[in-house]
Nanobody, 114 residues
C-alpha cells in the first residue's frame, strides 16, 4: 500500500529526499504524514500534509529544514530534508490517514553521521 524509498547514510549538513508511493486506495482523499522512530524512542510525527496539499505542518525540530509535498496525480508524497543533523537519524515511515482508515509503509532508514 505504501512503499518508502530514498533513505541512506548522509553527513551532517547534507540532504536527502524521501519518497512514498501509494497504491490500493484513493490517495487524493487521504492526509499524509511522515513519522520517524529512533532506537529506544517513541515514534514521532515529523510532518503532515492535507489531502489537497494546501496545508502542511511540522514538528518544531524540523521546521525550516524539512519540506513535505505530494503529487496526487502520481500518488506520491515526499519529504525533502536539508541541513540534516545526527539527531535526525531514525527509521522514517509514511502514513496515510482518513477517518478510521490508516495505512503504514515499512519504513526507510536515515542515518546522519560523519
Amino acid at each position: 500500500q505504501l512503499v518508502e524509498s530514498g533513505g541512506g547514510l548522509v553527513q551532517p549538513g547534507g540532504s536527502l529526499r524521501l519518497s512514498c508511493a501509494a497504491s490500493g486506495f484513493t490517495f487524493r482523499n487521504y492526509a499524509m504524514r511522515w513519522f520517524r522512530q529512533a532506537p529506544g524512542k517513541d515514534r514521532e510525527l515529523v510532518a503532515s500534509i492535507s489531502s489537497s496539499g494546501g496545508t502542511t505542518d511540522y514538528t518544531d525540530s524540523v521546521k525550516g529544514r524539512f519540506t513535505i509535498s505530494r503529487d496526487n496525480a502520481k500518488n506520491m508524497v515526499y519529504l525533502e530534508m536539508n541541513s540534516l543533523k545526527p539527531e535526525d537519524t531514525a527509521a522514517y515511515y509514511c502514513n496515510a490517514i482518513m477517518l478510521h482508515y490508516n495505512y503504514w509503509g515499512q519504513g526507510t532508514q536515515v542515518t546522519v553521521s560523519s
